[in-house]
């Protein structure tokens, strides 16, 4: 089955520990996104590449990083700096960088503060 | 003003009912517009897209898109219990860059049996 699996469902991250969220999809999307989603708010850009080896900031990049070593994969590290990371983290994909496809998710994860 | 406006609900229909969930905005460059469908603890779901003035329809559901009024809506026909989820609105201009979207916080709707 194609789609987008994110890793692990449930992450727990003790203070000043850095954590990696896992986004893999096998629909040969060229662009992935991550966002993160808190109670009574938008989803929020974190990052997004629209092609291998390439990746933009989006409106809350503080304190996360991430990498795009090949098409399929897009993990994002919540570092020691986000003093907030609680919240659902969600990874997007879509098909094509120039074109008008919508993107599509993952089913998050769901990071707490021990 | 914020640039898409969403009652977050929660609103509340017996099974049956004809539901009607609206997002204002207030970028006139916005030519896309999504509606997603989330479920909890789920990643949101594409159920509509729709580009500039318009209807759509899909089954049950039906897209509206009244530019001119900064106005959007997802009206769901026969609605069912398995429909109480959080629906999104997304929209964005045409070919901006990343493509990023803007989104709406979503509106809870229950169907009660």
């Known amino acids: 089955d194609g789609g987008i699996t994110q890793s692990p469902k449930y992450l727990f991250r003790k203070e000043g520990q850095n954590v990696t969220l896992s986004c893999e999809q096998n629909l040969n999307h060229d662009a992935m996104y991550w966002y993160r989603q808190d109670p009574g708010q938008g989803l929020r850009l974190i990052y997004y590449?629209?092609?291998?080896?390439?990746?933009q900031k989006g409106d809350i990049a503080e304190g996360y990083s991430v990498s795009r070593e090949k098409k399929e994969s897009f993990p994002l590290t919540v570092t020691s700096a986000q003093k907030n990371p609680t919240a659902f983290y969600l990874c997007?994909?879509?098909?094509?960088?120039?074109?008008?496809?919508?993107?599509?998710f993952g089913d998050g994860t769901r990071l707490s503060i021990l | 003003q914020k640039e898409v406006e969403q009652d977050p609900g929660p609103l509340s229909v017996p099974e049956g009912a004809i539901v009607s969930l609206n997002c204002t905005y207030s970028n006139s460059a916005f030519q896309y517009f999504m509606w997603y469908r989330q479920y909890s603890r789920k990643g949101p779901e594409l159920l509509m897209y729709t580009y500039s003035s318009g209807n759509k329809e899909d089954g049950r559901f039906t897209a509206q898109v009244d530019k001119s009024s900064k106005y959007i809506s997802l009206f769901i026909r026969d609605s069912q219990p398995s429909d109480s989820a959080t629906y999104l609105c997304a929209m964005r201009p045409p070919r901006a860059g990343s493509y990023q979207l803007t989104f709406g916080k979503g509106t809870k709707l229950s169907v009660i049996p």
């Open positions: 590449s629209q092609i291998v080896n390439d990746f």
């Open positions: 997007a994909s879509r098909m094509d960088r120039n074109s008008n496809q919508p993107q599509h």
